[in-house]
T-cell receptor
Framework: DAKTTQPPSMDCAEGRAANLPCNHS???????VYWYRQIHSQGPQYIIH???NNETNEMASLIITEDRKSSTLILPHATLRDTAVYYC?????????????FGGGTRVLVKP | DGGITQSPKYLFRKEGQNVTLSCEQN?????MYWYRQDPGQGLRLIYY???????QKGDIAEGYSVSREKKESFPLTVTSAQKNPTAFYLC??????????????FGPGTRLTVL
């Protein structure tokens, strides 16, 4: 699975959009971009995933660049409950074993 | 409610004792996984099972054992051979072979402390 690079931390104001970048310059054509988040002392929570096209669900939007070498997770209106570590993961979907390789992630602190 | 449960949330054991962590899911998922997380670190895969009565070693299987006798259950035993067992243990499940829908869903975790 391709490696990802994320900033170690970022702050965000409550009610504002939070834009979380992720670089995955070695991504392969059959690898998807997944985002999870982990609130302190809880299990990771799936947020969204995508292959080439931009995706949106009730939690967030995922913007993938045309060359697929980077992506941005957007939390449209951050709340205090969005404070968590956010992980960007690149992997082949459906592969045997199919582990999730978590890097360091971005520690997001939403401030009032 | 459908989901994954892990019990207990906190577990304390003396060094040299085996301990079994429970993981149950009612999502009808075929695949289940065990990960370990150390403070400030990402997750590392211990074991996974894609179907009942079958399981495979992950990246750090030494000192651990699992069984998969039922689809809903995937218990993890931390044996005395595991040199540094104190960690946060996470169980996950998914429906394999579903392409991009092969999303892993996690339980709340068990924090094991060996004294």
């Amino acid at each position: 699975d391709a490696k990802t690079t994320q900033p170690p931390s970022m702050d965000c104001a409550e009610g504002r959009a939070a834009n979380l970048p992720c670089n995955h310059s070695t991504i392969s054509g059959n690898e998807y971009v997944y985002w999870y988040r982990q609130i302190h002392s809880q299990g990771p929570q799936y947020i969204i995933h995508g292959l080439k096209n931009n995706e949106t669900n009730e939690m967030a939007s995922l913007i993938i660049t045309e060359d697929r070498k980077s992506s941005t997770l957007i939390l449209p209106h951050a709340t205090l409950r969005d404070t968590a570590v956010y992980y960007c993961i690149v992997r082949v979907a459906g592969a045997a074993g199919n582990k999730l390789t978590f890097g360091g992630g971005t520690r997001v602190l939403v401030k009032p | 409610d459908g989901g994954i449960t892990q019990s207990p949330k906190y577990l304390f054991r003396k060094e040299g004792q085996n301990v079994t962590l429970s993981c149950e899911q009612n999502l009808n998922h075929d695949a289940m996984y065990w990960y370990r997380q150390d403070p400030g670190q990402g997750l590392r895969l211990i074991y996974y099972s894609q179907i009942v009565n079958d399981f495979q070693k992950g990246d750090i299987a030494e000192g651990y054992s699992v069984s998969r006798e039922k689809k809903e259950s995937f218990p993890l035993t931390v044996t005395s051979a595991q040199k540094n067992p104190t960690a946060f243990y996470l169980c996950a499940s998914s429906v394999p072979g579903q392409g991009a829908r092969d999303t892993q869903y996690f339980g709340p975790g068990t924090r094991l402390t060996v004294l």
